[in-house]
């Protein structure tokens, strides 16, 4: 769910750390290929370029969204639906702040067959990750700059200028 250079940041024994701890097989979720494309992958490569630029720390969390309804494949539960939470210190406040994101191919499954189409992604509120993937980011969920808006309420996304930092 982490791309290898994302965690490996530090002092080179805490950078080797990072990038060992990111890649287990306990950390892993079946996905297409083509997932980490458009949006998604900008996202985390926008994140990123800043981060080398400013001489920043991001924190980048990700991790499915299981529901009764996934489909099944070889016995194994595939979720469609997937959460990203963005956690930095904004360049103008100078305070942290964290942004949440969800990107899903549901309505482009098909029902006779297990094959993914094109994909939806949103701006999301840290709130509505956690209790769509029952987990909880405690005090940084007070941090979302995202949270003025309708947790309800996705914001789509089809390009990176329309992402509320």
């Known amino acids: 769910m982490t791309r ?44 990123l370029q800043h981060a080398r630029e400013d001489d920043m720390k991001i924190c980048v969390f990700t991790g ?16 469609v639906t997937f959460w990203k939470v963005l956690a930095f210190i904004h360049d103008e406040t100078g305070k942290l702040s964290a942004t949440g994101y969800s990107m899903s191919q549901e309505k482009f499954l098909q029902a006779e067959e297990f094959v993914f189409g094109a994909y939806e992604t949103n701006q999301r509120s840290l709130k509505w990750i956690e209790q769509a993937a029952g987990i909880s980011f405690g005090r940084l969920t007070a941090l979302d700059q995202f949270e003025d808006a309708d947790e309800a309420s996705p914001r789509p996304l089809s390009r990176l200028g329309q992402i509320k930092f």
């Not at 950078?15 to 950390?27: I, L, Q």
């Not at 969204?65 to 099944?72: C, E, Q, T, Y």
Request: overall charge negative; hydrophobic content about 35%.
């Open 4 to 47: 290898r250079e994302d965690p490996a940041w530090g002092s080179p024994t805490t950078a080797k750390r990072g990038n060992e701890d990111s890649m287990h097989v306990t950390n892993t979720v079946p996905q297409m290929q083509s997932f980490n494309s458009p949006i998604w992958l900008g996202l985390e490569d926008y994140a």
């Open 64 to 79: 499915p969204i299981f529901r009764a309804r996934d489909p099944v494949l070889f016995g194994v539960k595939i979720p």
